[in-house]
Antibody, heavy 121, light 108 residues
């Protein structure tokens, strides 16, 4: 069974950098899958942040692209999110998820439990 | 940027049929996926490729597609179906993932 687990600080100062890691178990991150970050602000909907393939290829949400970096560590079977210059608007539950991307489209088949990150001084 | 549009809320009585729509210009070309999310939980996929139901999802969940609109139908709604539902697809370039704004299904 594939499992994903987010980890990282729950509190980030404004203008700082939010850093989270997603550990993957039950599957190799080098499988032919994409690995994504999705967030959900309190009481709001889901927002896709971006994705990475094991070869380092990335795609980012255009609205966040200037502040986002997603990286992969194959030796640790994990991938990470960095979001810079954060404000209170970046307060959200952050999920990592595995994507099934095919010619028929892309969908998320496994999700982490989510981790709340609060941006506050 | 590309957007998917859902109604903010749908309310039905138990046993009735709930229909949740999702509209987007690229939907005739790109498949849509639906997720159910209950409070404090991660989303769970309830429909894929517009009309296919994952294993373990009750038969009362079905999907349909017509032009730029796809619909998630829940027949014989049960109290346990009360949740937020999100459609998800990809833009015309096939690059960027997009979620709809979500629909809160209330079972009266």
């Amino acid at each position: 069974q594939v499992q994903l687990q987010e980890s990282g600080p729950g509190l980030v100062r404004p203008s700082g950098t939010l850093s989270l890691t997603c550990g993957v178990s039950g599957a190799s991150i080098t499988n032919r899958k994409w690995w994504s970050w999705v967030r959900q602000s309190p009481g709001k909907g889901l927002e896709w942040i971006g994705e990475i393939y094991h070869d380092g290829s990335t795609n980012y949400n255009p609205s966040l692209k200037s502040r986002v970096t997603i990286s992969v560590d194959k030796s640790k079977n994990q991938f990470s999110l960095n979001l810079s210059s954060v404000t209170a608007a970046d307060t959200a539950v952050y999920y990592c998820a595995r994507e099934e991307r095919t010619v028929a489209g892309t969908a998320f088949d496994y999700w982490g439990q989510g981790t709340l990150v609060t941006v506050s001084s | 940027s590309y957007e998917l549009t859902q109604p903010p809320s749908v309310s039905v009585s138990p046993g009735q049929t709930a229909r949740i729509t999702c509209s987007g210009d690229a939907l005739p070309k790109q498949y849509t996926y639906w997720y159910q999310q209950k409070p404090g939980q991660a989303p769970v996929k309830v429909m894929y490729r517009d009309t296919e139901r994952p294993s373990g999802i009750p038969e009362r969940f079905s999907g349909s597609s017509s032009g730029t609109t796809v619909t998630l139908t829940i027949s014989g709604v049960q109290a346990e179906d009360e949740a937020d539902y999100y459609c998800q697809s990809i833009d015309n370039s096939g690059t960027y993932v997009v979620f709809g704004g979500g629909t809160k299904l209330t079972v009266l």
